[in-house]
T-cell receptor, first 115, second 112 residues
Framework: AQSVAQPEDQVNVAEGNPLTVKCTYSVSGNPYLFWYVQYPNRGLQFLLK??????LVKGSYGFEAEFNKSQTSFHLKKPSALVSDSALYFC?????????????FGTGTRLQVFP | DSGVTQTPKHLITATGQRVTLRCSPRSGDLSVYWYQQSLDQGLQFLIQYYNGEERAKGNILERFSAQQFPDLHSELNLSSLELGDSALYFC???????????FGPGTRLTVL
């Protein structure tokens, strides 16, 4: 079965510092990986994806993610955090089963950026 | 704005009742997905439709059903509601087997 794990329930970082939100995956075959962000009382917003190609993927709002096949990881990163980045972040993998491309989500990591 | 719309935004109802949640996908997207977000279960896939046909079912209760209409909008029907059905219900759409899914703002269901 395919899955993703987000080992940290919460990440705290000071504004201006780099941030990392961790994600590891377990899939058979090549993974299609995604990061989404959820602000309070809002839907999920797509940040970035890895399908194939470069291991460093750039996305919205200055975020990037590094795909590491040997470590089965897809960590989300940003060089300089903003208070406005505070939100709930979800890593997801696309199910590769026959006839569906549904997303399987991690449990989410709450990012808190302090001024 | 993702282009996916959901109505209503909030729904408060009583146990045993039936409700219908509505979703309009982005223009041109044929695939619609329903997800449930709750504190104890996290984000769970419920069901997927593609161009009017059911494609996949996830952890969807027998009391729940859905359909996708010819104009591609979708409805999720929840019946015999229980307290534990209180959750945020998201609809997403995409071009099938391509790229990312785009999520609507969700419907927050509260069962009293």
């Amino acid at each position: 079965a395919q899955s993703v794990a987000q080992p940290e329930d919460q990440v705290n970082v000071a504004e201006g510092n780099p941030l990392t939100v961790k994600c590891t995956y377990s899939v058979s075959g090549n993974p299609y990986l995604f990061w989404y962000v959820q602000y309070p009382n809002r839907g999920l917003q797509f940040l970035l994806k890895y399908i194939t190609g470069d291991n460093l993927v750039k996305g919205s709002y200055g975020f990037e993610a590094e795909f590491n096949k040997s470590q089965t990881s897809f960590h989300l990163k940003k060089p300089s955090a903003l208070v406005s980045d505070s939100a709930l972040y979800f890593c997801a993998v696309r199910d590769r089963s026959y006839n569906t491309d549904k997303l399987i989500f991690g449990t989410g990591t709450r990012l808190q950026v302090f001024p | 704005d993702s282009g996916v719309t959901q109505t209503p935004k909030h729904l408060i109802t009583a146990t045993g009742q039936r409700v219908t949640l509505r979703c309009s996908p982005r223009s041109g997207d044929l695939s619609v997905y329903w997800y449930q977000q709750s504190l104890d279960q996290g984000l769970q896939f419920l069901i997927q439709y593609y161009n009017g046909e059911e494609r996949a079912k996830g952890n969807i209760l027998e009391r729940f059903s859905a359909q996708q209409f010819p104009d591609l909008h979708s409805e999720l029907n929840l019946s015999s509601l229980e307290l534990g059905d209180s959750a945020l219900y998201f609809c997403a759409s995409s071009v099938y087997l391509a790229k990312e899914q785009f999520f609507g703002p969700g419907t927050r269901l509260t069962v009293l």
